[in-house]
């Protein structure tokens, strides 16, 4: 079955520490990738997209993230986070074979202590 | 750019009457979609829309659920009746092009509490 994991449900740093948060994907082929943003009071939107190419996209606010294919993972990172990133995260996944769904991880709440 | 319009914003009611949702999607889009959010579940998407068109309703609870699209520019999604269970967050998108690669835009979300 088609599902996606973020294996961390909340994350605590610091202002300036590094941000990595996991996405894996069930299983391969040709995908679309997303990463959406909710910020406290506010509605999702989108952060980043992967589609084809260079497997390190980058997206608004300094995010980047890394499609690895074999590893069927697509990771968010930000070198240094600000009091400003304080939101849930969320991986989503397009398969062709369910064209009409993206199918949403859980979502990661990220603080950030100022 | 008015984005996606989502109403009521928030609504209590108590178990067993009708509730409605709407949605109003971004002028040009072509493709809507309902999802509900929940912390058990996360965010599900219920049922999508094309050209106004139903296409994939496969996440649809039950049959005490039930969308329309009349025209280009409004949806509804109808609990009746409404149950505790279904309080969450309801959240209309909508994109150009359908789901296929398309980033999809989001309302502000209905919270629906059901007592």
């Known amino acids: 079955a088609q599902s996606v994991s973020q294996h961390n449900h909340h994350v605590i740093l610091s202002e300036a520490a590094s941000l990595e948060l996991g996405c894996n994907y069930s299983?391969?082929?040709?995908?679309?990738l997303f990463w959406y943003v909710q910020y406290p009071g506010q509605h999702l939107q989108l952060l980043l997209k992967?589609?084809?190419?260079?497997?390190l996209v980058k997206g608004i606010k300094g995010f980047e993230a890394e499609f690895i294919k074999s590893k069927f993972s697509f990771n968010l990172r930000k070198p240094s986070v600000q009091w400003s990133d304080t939101a849930e995260y969320f991986c989503?996944?397009?398969?062709?074979?369910?064209?009409?769904?993206?199918?949403f991880g859980s979502g990661t709440r990220l603080s950030i202590r100022p | 750019d008015a984005g996606v319009i989502q109403s009521p914003r928030h609504e209590v009611t108590e178990m067993g009457q009708e509730v409605t949702l709407r949605c109003k999607p971004i002028?040009?889009?072509?493709?809507l979609f309902w999802y509900r959010q929940t912390m058990m579940r996360g965010l599900e998407l219920l049922i999508y829309?094309?050209?106004?068109?139903?296409?994939?309703d496969s996440g649809m609870p039950e049959d005490r659920f039930s969308a329309k699209m009349p025209n280009a520019s409004f949806s509804t999604l109808k609990i009746q009746p409404s149950e505790p269970r279904d309080s969450a967050v309801y959240f209309c998108?909508?994109?150009?092009?359908?789901?296929?690669?398309?980033?999809?835009?989001f309302g502000p979300g209905t919270r629906l509490t059901v007592l």
């Open positions: 992967y589609f084809s190419g260079d497997p």
């Open positions: 829309f094309n050209n106004n068109v139903p296409i994939d």
């Open positions: 998108a909508s994109s150009i092009g359908g789901a296929w690669g398309n980033e999809q835009f």
């Open positions: 002028s040009g889009h072509n493709s």
């Open positions: 989503a996944v397009n398969w062709p074979s369910s064209a009409s769904k993206i199918i």
């Open positions: 299983y391969g082929g040709t995908v679309n």
